[in-house]
């Protein structure tokens, strides 16, 4: 009876002229210098009794050219199962040494750029690049999205975790061009940046682009600027299915009873809507509100001021404010509801802006009762933190000489822009060698009433000089009331 190692000495010599492989080593269970002892399910299983031997259990293949590895402990170090990981080969249609030493190279390199060992599983099976290219192949796409978009390495492997096929991108044919398309439109690296970083998969839909902007422009009349602005602000929208996704939306906000002008406006404003289910979230909220006692007209009213309600926690922003308002401003439920139907975006604020916004209110007004009827019949100023309350009524009271009660009396005031408006406005009147105190504050937060008292073609002129001074400087040109250019 041959002993075993006889028996595979014999085995392997049957075995060498056909998989061309060298001599069976001097010392029993280890290869070559160079070679890698690698397990096969593809050889042949009627070789070893062909040959004469009872099993071909002991089946092996030797693999030339890698260096030596611990096959099964660097595949379990990437959280695959063994099973897994053949099939990967299979799939890279490699022969699994290879793939084991590029696979490990590339791994490192990622560690070294700040994968996380929970990712490597994720990475693996997700790219065939980790596999199918060179480390430094892997390398320039990182280094590329570091040095040319701005990344960091921490914000690059999100990216790579989120959407490993990113790897598998060619930089000249795909993901340059993808870029520079928004660059031409003038978009800067920050909003492209962005955008990777909030859908990373939106660099494999490049090639969707065209169609989705017929598909904006025949439904929505959108020009292809308008459509990458859309992309910019919500990018899953290139990855999703025109007929099965978007479309859809678009005929039901319709079918609600919006216009196709006002569709083109929610949707241009805010597209987030185009990533929300239809049946579990969309038609889901619009019944909410209806529940709440508002009628169709005003629930279109509401969803066109706010189209964010509909992405938001029903509970935790609608009914947690109206409850907010019956217990702590001792609202009935009517008038909380008249709230709601007035300034719908308010609601959209957290409560803790409510709380602090309230509270200054409540110190301004002479008492508290006034206070409480001030919210009411102007809930926009709910909008508002306390912060930009105070600068707004700090800049009334010591630059134009108003007092509180003046400013309480022209709620308008408060909800117009300080810096783009009133600024504007009162550094024109100093310009025309006015005092801004001797006019009302309607005056400054009205552009009608203030295009009836100075040329507007003169204001325009005005204003492309001004905008180029701090808000600190402008405030202090007011202030100083000289001429400020």
């Known amino acids: 009876m041959r002993s075993n190692r006889e028996s595979f000495s014999r085995l392997i010599t049957w075995v060498s002229p056909r998989l061309d492989l060298c001599q069976l ?92 060992p929970e990712d490597f599983k994720k990475v693996v099976k997700g790219s065939m690049g980790v596999a199918g290219f060179t480390e430094s192949a892997i390398e320039k796409r990182l280094v590329w999205m570091a040095n040319y978009l701005g990344f960091t390495n921490d914000q690059v492997m999100r990216v790579v975790r989120s959407n490993p096929s990113v790897l598998n991108y060619s930089i000249t044919h795909r993901m340059a061009p993808f870029v520079q398309i928004f660059f031409q439109a003038g978009y800067t690296k920050a909003d492209v940046r962005w955008m990777i970083w909030k859908y990373p998969q939106v660099i494999g839909f490049s090639n969707r682009l065209d169609s989705l902007c017929d598909f904006f422009q025949a439904s929505l009349d959108f020009a292809r600027s308008k459509v990458m602005e859309v992309v910019v602000k919500h990018p899953s929208t290139l990855g ?50 209806e529940g709440v006692g508002l009628e169709r007209e005003d629930v279109l009213r509401v969803i066109k001021r706010a189209p964010s309600l509909l992405w938001k926690d029903f509970d935790k922003s609608v009914n947690a404010r109206i409850s907010w308002l019956q217990n702590s401003l001792t609202y009935s439920s009517g008038e909380a509801l008249e709230a709601f139907r007035k300034c719908p975006r308010a609601f959209c604020v957290s409560l803790h802006t409510w709380k602090e916004t309230s509270e200054l209110l409540m110190d301004w007004a002479p008492d508290r009762l006034h206070g409480m009827d001030f919210l009411k019949r102007n809930p926009g100023v709910l909008t508002l933190s306390s912060e930009t309350l105070e600068e707004k009524l700090d800049f009334a009271t010591q630059v134009l000489k108003k007092s509180k009660a003046e400013v309480l009396s022209c709620p308008r005031f408060l909800l117009t822009s300080l810096d783009k408006a009133v600024l504007l406005r009162a550094g024109f009147v100093c310009y025309k060698e006015e005092n801004p105190s001797e006019f009302s504050l309607g005056v400054f937060c009205s552009r009608k009433r203030f295009n009836e008292l100075f040329d507007e073609e003169e204001l325009l002129e005005f204003g492309r000089q001004w905008r180029t001074l701090t808000k600190g400087q402008k405030i202090n040109v007011i202030q100083n009331d000289c001429r400020p250019l």
Request: net charge positive; proline share 6%.
């Open 25 to 116: 080593p001097a010392e029993r269970g280890k290869a070559p210098s160079g070679w890698t002892m690698i397990p096969s399910a593809r050889l042949d299983p009627h070789a070893a009794s062909r040959a004469g031997y009872r099993s071909g259990s002991r089946f092996a293949r030797l693999s030339r050219g890698v260096a030596p590895v611990e096959e099964r402990s660097f595949i379990e170090s990437l959280g695959l199962t063994l099973t897994e990981w053949r099939r990967k080969c299979r799939a890279w249609n490699l022969k699994p040494g290879v793939v084991n030493e590029r696979v490990q190279r590339n791994v490192r390199l990622l560690k070294e750029w700040g994968l996380p």
């Open 240 to 289: 999703s299915s025109i007929d099965g996704t978007l479309r859809p939306k678009i005929d039901f906000l319709m079918e609600l009873g919006f216009d196709r002008e006002e569709v083109s406006s929610i949707i241009g404003g805010s597209p987030q809507i185009l990533g929300l289910s239809l049946e579990q979230n969309i038609q889901v909220k619009i019944a909410k509100l």
